[in-house]
């Protein structure tokens, strides 16, 4: 059975800061947004602690519920909050310090995952992801299926990330 890329992975429609302010829903230990520099090949500059911390002060109405801030080795900023709404803030930041970044979340501490084994490959990814939604009043993240190459079997493995 032939599966398109499409066919291989599902994305909720709703947006990353919508997902994350339904976390005040579910039980979670920190919520962990990833900043880097916009442009993918350059690093995120060094920058003086406080002067990063005032910024986040000016543009972060939430700021108090920051609990952790560090800098990795790849160049890029993480935030630990365990405030949904602080963490929608920080997603929104175009700009920190005068350089165009980009945000998302690392969803491993927030998310969990299963996998359904001999789903149908005729059946679409979103009609698992609505069934799912439906019948077990979960949010689903994403969805992922396993097909190989040149397999001739009618079903394959999903595996199903929610929140």
């Known amino acids: 059975m032939q599966t398109s890329t499409s066919e291989k992975f599902f994305k909720s429609s709703k947006s990353t800061k919508e997902l994350v302010l339904r976390l005040g829903q579910s039980e979670y230990e920190d919520i962990n947004v990833l900043i880097s520099n916009a442009d ?8 003086n602690p406080f002067t990063l911390q005032s910024f986040i002060k000016d543009k972060i109405n939430r700021h108090n519920s920051i609990q952790n801030m560090k800098f990795t080795r790849q160049g890029k900023i993480i935030f630990t909050t365990q405030d949904p709404v602080c963490a929608a ?21 927030i998310t969990s995952r299963f996998l359904l084994y001999d789903i149908p490959t005729t059946v679409s990814l979103s009609e698992v992801a609505t069934e799912l939604s439906k019948n077990n009043e979960i949010e689903i993240v994403e969805i992922r299926r396993f097909v ?3 397999n001739t079997r009618e079903s394959s ?3 199903v990330t929610m929140l």
């Not at 993918?40 to 920058?47: D, E, G, T, Y």
């Not at 929104?92 to 969803?107: A, D, G, H, Y």
Request: proline share 11%; hydrophobic share 35%; aromatic share 6%.
């Open 89 to 109: 803030q920080l997603l929104t930041l175009e700009k920190v310090v005068n350089t165009p970044v980009s945000t998302n979340i690392i969803w491993e501490n």
């Open 157 to 159: 493995p999903v595996l």
């Open 148 to 150: 190989k190459q040149n």
């Open 40 to 47: 993918p090949n350059s690093r995120f500059p060094q920058l």
